[in-house]
């Protein structure tokens, strides 16, 4: 976890939900609200008025998968919008294997190896699309693989010929390159400087050793957050502690290739009997109808989630407040992809992309998580697309879904392990805490992740900028 330091009174602060007053920490906690004077040993900071929020929580996640795209080339929107863009993006030099991210069918359309082969013939390349369940491979990748592990079966073949396609096989092509997980800190370090105190990693793959890879990072200090692991049934099997919490057990669904019906249901009552929700991933209107009928055969309980309900019409809404489900949407879709949206989302279903305010309306818990590194992990940037709904291009889509500022910052509030619950700045509460450099009303109507001052994880320093006047 963070580095630990000595007793901490943070004076004048503008408290979530409290109004101005003064807020004392000790052993990790929230021990007094109020006017309150300093003690001897005591390290003061003087908020001068600056508000003062519970920690944010990104409530969907893949860490790991952020790690290592930090040291990923960019080949797809907003970056690279053609084939041109993309063969410069390739075109670094080097002998080992290149790793893109993000690409899109509109780029050049759907890579094969043939393709790849003229765009970068001379070193391995890997690209994953934008949607994270599919790799494309040149045909150097795919001979150094093929000689290190038998095919699996998600690699797609044509007759005789590897196409040079990957499907949903994130575990054979980790195996096969014998990939060790990356060090968390630089990405952990950037989360807090957002004022980011929680993390929920949604990787449907996490398993024991995951687990065990959180926890080293958060004990050698990479690692700053605390964590709810979501993913395998097999995780349930993993040690947890304060900081590491289990998750949901996580089903990932694609239209395309919808898992046998009885085997879904089968897993979903796995999970309950292991007393863990499930939180099944639906873009689509066809994966959401898939999903609610599992639920509705499975028996739905207290915490089964819908992440994304990225299409959902009216009829689905009712059905989801109806069997008591939680939605984690990821609003900044809009803003970054709502121009792509506009252009392949049939007319009729454009108004149900990424609701929010009607999952509210219905009464349905609703938080919001980045889905980073397929979109971007700055929630003030998914805070303000939830304001204002627009897409780059400045075009709104869902007008009658966006929230006020307030309704956006509480996406990121809740209790990761009861979303219903918002957290508050409490006595007894952790010192989970975002302090900013200016008073609500002002950030109110930036939200900018370069308003955070301060960050504490359990009353721990995880981004400090204090002496920093307001930008």
Not at 58 to 83: F, I, K, T
């Amino acid at each position: 976890m963070a580095h630990s330091v000595p007793d901490m009174l943070i004076r004048n602060a503008e408290i979530w939900q409290h109004g101005r007053a003064d807020v004392r920490i000790a052993a990790g906690n929230i021990a007094a609200i109020g006017e309150l004077q300093a003690v001897e040993g005591e390290d003061v900071i003087d908020a001068r008025g600056g508000a003062l929020l519970p920690g944010l929580h990104d409530h969907h996640l893949h860490l790991a998968a952020l790690a290592v795209a930090r040291a990923s080339v960019r080949c797809g929107p907003p970056e690279v919008n053609d084939a041109a863009a993309l063969t410069y993006a390739l075109s670094l030099p080097g002998e080992n294997w290149l790793r893109g991210i993000g690409y899109h069918e509109s780029v050049a359309g759907m890579l094969d190896a043939a393709t790849l082969d003229r765009l970068a013939p001379d070193r391995p390349v890997r690209i994953q699309h934008r949607s994270g369940r599919m790799w494309f491979f040149n045909s150097i990748a795919l001979a150094q693989l093929l000689e290190r592990a038998p095919p699996p079966p998600g690699l797609e073949r044509e007759g005789s010929r590897w196409t040079g396609r990957l499907f949903d096989e994130d575990r054979w092509l980790r195996d096969t390159l014998a990939g060790a997980p990356p060090t968390f800190a630089e990405i952990s370090a950037e989360l807090a400087a957002m004022g980011v105190t929680g993390l929920t990693d949604m990787s449907p793959g996490n398993d024991v050793n995951m687990a065990a890879h959180f926890a080293g990072e958060q004990v050698s200090g990479a690692l700053r957050q605390c964590v709810v692991l979501a993913g395998s049934l097999a995780l349930a099997d993993a040690r947890f502690d304060a900081a590491l919490w289990l998750g949901p057990a996580k089903l990932h669904l694609h239209e395309a290739a919808l898992p046998d019906l009885e085997e879904t249901v089968s897993f979903m009552r796995a999970a309950h009997a292991q007393a863990r929700s499930v939180a099944i991933h639906c873009t689509t209107e066809t994966e959401l109808v898939f999903a609610l009928a599992a639920l509705e055969s499975a028996g739905s309980i207290a915490g089964d989630r819908i992440e994304h309900a990225g299409v959902a019409p009216d009829h689905l809404v009712a059905e989801i407040a109806r069997m008591g489900l939680h939605v984690v949407s990821q609003p900044h879709f809009i803003a970054e992809r709502g121009d792509q949206y506009l252009r392949d989302v049939d007319a009729r279903d454009q108004p149900f992309l990424y609701r929010l305010a009607a999952f509210q309306r219905a009464g349905i818990v609703l938080a919001a998580g980045s889905d980073a590194p397929f979109g971007s992990c700055d929630p003030w940037a998914a805070m303000r697309a939830a304001v204002s709904r627009r897409t780059t291009s400045g075009a709104v889509i869902g007008s009658d879904e966006a929230l006020p500022p307030e309704g956006a910052l509480a996406l990121f509030l809740a209790d990761p392990l009861r979303l219903e619950r918002e957290r508050r700045i409490e006595t007894g509460a952790p010192a989970d805490l975002c302090l900013l450099d200016r008073p609500w009303s002002e950030a109110r109507t930036r939200l900018q992740s370069g308003d955070v001052r301060l960050t504490l994880v359990g009353g721990s320093i995880a981004h400090n900028r204090v002496d920093q006047a307001p930008v």
